[in-house]
Structures are given as structure tokens and as C-alpha cells.
RNA sequence: GCUCCGAUGGUGUAGUCCGGUCAAUCAUUCUGGCCUUUCGAGCCAGCUACCCGGGUUCAAAUCCCGGUCGGAGCACCA
């Protein structure tokens, strides 16, 4: 019918103009005729966001893995393969592999403590892995697959400096080692293994293709000899020839049974090289898929080397410094799991290079902190005001807008409120204590206002909406407060109740969403971290 | 230099495979209004987008070619 559109308008003006009324009657008529009709001219495409489906087969079981180096806690990057890769799992009940990628001692040497730090970051995720993999456990294994490789003639030792090979290379030319024969090349490579070579003497290459066009792609190296110990004491010094994570991953995966590999496109180029190792051993390399580089604006590239520099600099506190890309920051800052898995797969997993704010997370804790967050007078700057004419009363301020139970605050005859609060108030002018009651300033050096309008006792501010401004204040007994944000710092005073929300979000109202980190019931001291406003 | 990816409002994202229902989805930001004993939330309204140039076709965000721009790889890092 398409190559004919055509003719098709044509007999369609024609039978459109044979009929009678407008279209909301033809509408009326179908119904009467083929109701069933109606429902597909309303039918609106179901717009679909978040993950796309992975269609896969009705049986299949379908297993995942996120491969971290542990040279660091996980970033907000390690963060998205972390729920993508469990998100898909848990789709389609399947398996979810937590993989350290831990071959390389050195040049990214794994951090101990690191390990135990993932596990307890995916725990948090909901994406308690189904099993844990560490590439470091399995060096013998890689070695019986190189040797198996070498006596196929599709790997061999080169003894190539670094430079060297890599002019070869760039002219599409074979090195030297290329072509020496399988009994030579076994001999090498047990030399290697054997300590017979100093670090940077040879490497174990995978023979691809040294003329093709993509020079990332020519005779790429899958073993190198490092003489620094792992800092796993299990692994330690026991071994001298380390994969590479092309040679290590290839395997593993393999092994594994990984069904998709879902990962960010810079490794591209790693599939390709691997698939030499699965075509020369007859493997079926798993379904990929890929997401852009990402970045944020509030930090812009986040790499683990780069937080872990800045906290040798003293620039951050640690990995939890609420101004570091790390999970951990988000974590203490109160951004909880379901925002950040939430905010993660609606990303989705376009090849797209994207550069976005930390907003969107924001708006998704909101509306999951928002609707329980206990709301609290939070005094930041704070100056004294005394108050002529004020009665001893208790304030009731609502827990929550959406709840009846209230918070009773004392109050005397001063109150405390943020200093910018006063900035430009001159005698004369008025103020609503939010809850409380209205003051009048008197004089502003010092510091004194008078009470007006209302009752005693309780809520005795005038009625009507007051048209000048209304703020919040702390009385009576209070706490000492620091609230770290990633911009700065404040200090001041809350109220007592605050002692009691030891590891909560709150929302101190005109400031923002808060985790109380840590209280000090005898010193009356607490400290919070900003999560947002 | 060689190679590989990508390009939809301020920001992300859906739609692209298989051209027409797209005068283009959803979210966020921003602006205005309502509500409100703060802020936030909620409700209502508004702004803003198919990288450029050719081609194919009755019809192109969608297919083809060429540019431009962005990112990545060409490590004895992951």
C-alpha cells in the first residue's frame, strides 16, 4: 500500500468527500459499528523511560556482573554500573557478580580496606551481589589459558622495549618475536614465569591482526611481569606475571557464564581485542552494551586517583568529604538508596556523552525524604533579641505539615534568629516569629523588640497573613550545630530535639534537608551534612 | 596521525532499528499564579529542542552521503 500512497490519497479524498456530518459524528457512527476500533484511534504510544528491555529468551539465565578496581571506594560512576548491572538481574531473575579487577599491584594498586568498602556500598544499593569475584584468586588459571593460547600459536613473549614495539606497530609491521615458534615461545613464557626476566623485559602478546586498520587493536599485550606485592596479604608476593584486564576480564567472563556485559563505552575497544582470545578459543563472547562518559557539574570528572590525590593534599577530609564524588559522601549527606537507583536508571543506558547536575538526584530524595522528614528551627548566625513585654509560653510548632504532633519549645523573654534575618530591619519594623508571635523592633544596638498583637500563652499572632516578613528563631535550651555542605560550613543553634534524630534526615525549615551525623547528649553539641534544600 | 562511538529544549531522557498516528514524551531547572503560620511539597500556567549541508521519497528526528562539534581508544592502567 506505501508505494502507492499516491493513489491511496486520491480514493481517500473521494470516499472523504461522499461523507456526511463532521468527524465527531463518524466518531459516534464507528462506535456503533466497531467499537473496538475507538480505543486504537485514542491509542497513544506508552513513552518508556529508564533501562531498555534486554530481550532476552523465556529460560535464560541471565548473569551480570560490575568489575571494579578497588583502589578506592565506589564513585557516583561506579555507582551506575552497580544498579544498572543489579537492576537488570533482578529484572530477570538473574545473577548479579560483584568482580575486583584487581591484577594490577602497582600503577592502581588495590586499597585493602577497599574491598570490604564495595560490598558495603552494594548492601546499601540494594544490589547485594550474588556472588564475589576476586580476579586475583584465579592467576593460575589465566596462565593455563596463555599456554594453551601460545601452543596454538596465537600468543607469544615479546622482548620488545616498550618504544620499540610500538613503532612496529604503528608502521603494521610484525616485531622480531612475532614469529618465533611455539617451543621457543614456551620456553619464554616458563622463563617469565619462572623470575627468568626482570620487570619490563618481556610481555605476553595475543596475536590479532598487526596489519588492521585500528592500531588500539594490533597485538595487544595480555601479560607483564610486576615485581611490587599485591596488597591482598593472601596474594601478596606469591606472583610475579600479572594479566592485564583484557586478558584477566576476557576469562573471567568466560568462566563466569556472564551473559551481558553492560559497561561504559570506553571500553569499546576492549571487546574487540577480546574477541581474538574468544575466537581463537571457540567462546561465545556475551551481549554488550554501552553508556556515554558521564560527568557532573558540581564536580566534573570524578576518577579515583583524582579523590584519592586530593585527600593526600589535605583538599578533602577523606572519602567521605560531603564535597567528594564518592557514594560514601552521598550516603553520610542522607541521599538515600532508592533516589540514587531512581536517578540511575532514568539516565538509562544511551552512548550519549552526558554533562549533568546533581539537581535531578536532589528532586528524587525530596520526594522520598520530604513526606517523613522531621522539621526543625535551625539557627545559623545566630544574634539575641530581647523582647519587652514578652510571657512565658510554650510554642508548639507541627512536627511535620502533614502529621498533629508537635515539638514544646520554652520560651523566656529572648529568642535567637539568623543575623541575615535582620539585615536592613530598621525600629519600627515588624517580624513574625513563625508559631510564636509578632514583634515589633524597638532599637537595633542593642538588640531589642517588643511583643504585639495576640493572646498569652499560645499561637497569639494576629490573624490575618501578615505582610511583613516571617522567620524562624531557637529559644531556651539548645544545641550547638555545625552543618557541613559541600560549599561551606555553617554554625549556630537548634533546638533540643534534635538529640534524639542521631542518624535521621531532617528538614531544618528556610535551610534544607539534613543528616544528623553524630550528637553529644552532655555537651550538647551535633553535627549534620547537607543533603539539599 | 589512525580507529571507534555519539549528536532531540538550560540539563537529562523517549521516539531512530522497521520513514507517515511527532505541530515530538517524561523528568528536572527557570518564570508567573494559587495555596500556605517558614522552607519544601502540592496544584495551575508558561518558556525553550530534532547539529549543518546535500540526497532518496508523495512523506525524513528516523534511511544514505559529506561536513562540523563532542567523547574515547591506539599503556607492560582499570
Not at 618504544?163 to 610484525?174: I, L, N, S, V
Not at 522539621?375 to 511535620?400: D, K, N, S
Not at 544545641?479 to 561551606?488: G, L, M, R, S
Request: glycine residues 6%; contains cysteine.
Amino acid at each position: 500500500m506505501r508505494k502507492d500512497a499516491k493513489d491511496v490519497a486520491t480514493l481517500v479524498g473521494e470516499v472523504l468527500s461522499g461523507l456526511e456530518g463532521d468527524p465527531e459524528s463518524w466518531e459516534r457512527r464507528l462506535e456503533e459499528i466497531a467499537p473496538e476500533l475507538i480505543e486504537e484511534i485514542h491509542e497513544r504510544k506508552q513513552p518508556i523511560t529508564g533501562l531498555p528491555d534486554l530481550n532476552v529468551e523465556d529460560g535464560c539465565h541471565v548473569v551480570l556482573r560490575f568489575a571494579p578496581n578497588p583502589n578506592g571506594p565506589a564513585t557516583i560512576g561506579s555507582v551506575r554500573g552497580i544498579v544498572v548491572n543489579s537492576e537488570y538481574a533482578k529484572r530477570h531473575h538473574g545473577e548479579f557478580i560483584l568482580r575486583f579487577d584487581d591484577t594490577d599491584p602497582r600503577t592502581k594498586a588495590p586499597l585493602v580496606e577497599a574491598y570490604a568498602w564495595y560490598l558495603d556500598d552494594c548492601e546499601y544499593l540494594d544490589a547485594v551481589p550474588d556472588r564475589v569475584v576476586y580476579a586475583s584468586d584465579y592467576l593460575n588459571e589465566y596462565y593455563e589459558y596463555a599456554k594453551k593460547l601460545i601452543l596454538m600459536g596465537a600468543a607469544y613473549v615479546c622482548l620488545c622495549e616498550r618504544d620499540e614495539f610500538k613503532r612496529y606497530k604503528d608502521a603494521k609491521e610484525p616485531c622480531p618475536h612475532r614469529n618465533t615458534d611455539v617451543d621457543s615461545n614456551l620456553k619464554c613464557w616458563e622463563r617469565m614465569l619462572g623470575g627468568g626476566y626482570v620487570e619490563g623485559e618481556a610481555v605476553l602478546r595475543i596475536k590479532t591482526d598487526i596489519k588492521h586498520k585500528d592500531p588500539a587493536l594490533r597485538d595487544w599485550a595480555a601479560f607483564r611481569i610486576v615485581e611490587t606485592p599485591h596488597s591482598r596479604p593472601e596474594i601478596a608476593d606469591r606472583f610475579r606475571v600479572w594479566p592485564l584486564l583484557d586478558f584477566e576480564s576476557a576469562v573471567q567472563d568466560h568462566v563466569l557464564k556472564v551473559t551481558h556485559i553492560i559497561r561504559g563505552k570506553d571500553l569499546m575497544d576492549s571487546e574487540r581485542r577480546q574477541r581474538y582470545v574468544y575466537d581463537y578459543l571457540g567462546w561465545q563472547y556475551p551481549l554488550t552494551l554501552h553508556w556515554g562518559r558521564m560527568k557532573l557539574h558540581e564536580f566534573g570528572r570524578f576518577s579515583t586517583s583524582a579523590i584519592s590525590n586530593a585527600i593526600r593534599c589535605g583538599e578533602y577530609t577523606g572519602w567521605d568529604d560531603p564535597r567528594a564524588p564518592t557514594l560514601r559522601a552521598l550516603r553520610k549527606r542522607g541521599i538515600t538508596a532508592d533516589a540514587i537507583r531512581k536517578f540511575m536508571i532514568d539516565l538509562g543506558i544511551s552512548e550519549t556523552d552526558i554533562s549533568l547536575s546533581l539537581d535531578n538526584l536532589y528532586a528524587i530524595n525530596r520526594k522520598i525524604v520530604d513526606p517523613t522528614a522531621n522539621r526543625y528551627f535551625f539557627v545559623w548566625e545566630p544574634v539575641t533579641i530581647a523582647i519587652q513585654g514578652a510571657v512565658a509560653m510554650i510554642a508548639t510548632p507541627l512536627c511535620h505539615p502533614d502529621r498533629s504532633d508537635v515539638r514544646e519549645i520554652p520560651v523566656g523573654d529572648t529568642v535567637a534568629v539568623c543575623s541575615a534575618d535582620l539585615d536592613g530591619v530598621g525600629a519600627g519594623e515588624r517580624l513574625r516569629l513563625k508559631n510564636m508571635y509578632d514583634i515589633e523592633i524597638v532599637k537595633t544596638n542593642p538588640l531589642v523588640a517588643k511583643h504585639i498583637g495576640g493572646n498569652r500563652g499560645e499561637w497569639c499572632a494576629t490573624e490575618e497573613k501578615p505582610r511583613y516578613p516571617i522567620i524562624h528563631w531557637v529559644a531556651g535550651d539548645n544545641v550547638d550545630v555545625v552543618v557541613h555542605a559541600p560549599d561551606q560550613t555553617y554554625e549556630g543553634v537548634c533546638e533540643i530535639g534534635i538529640l534524639s534524630e542521631e542518624g535521621n534526615i531532617v528538614q531544618f525549615e528556610r535551610f534544607g534537608f539534613v543528616r544528623i551525623d553524630s550528637v553529644d547528649f552532655d555537651g550538647k553539641k551535633a553535627v549534620a551534612y547537607f543533603a539539599h534544600r
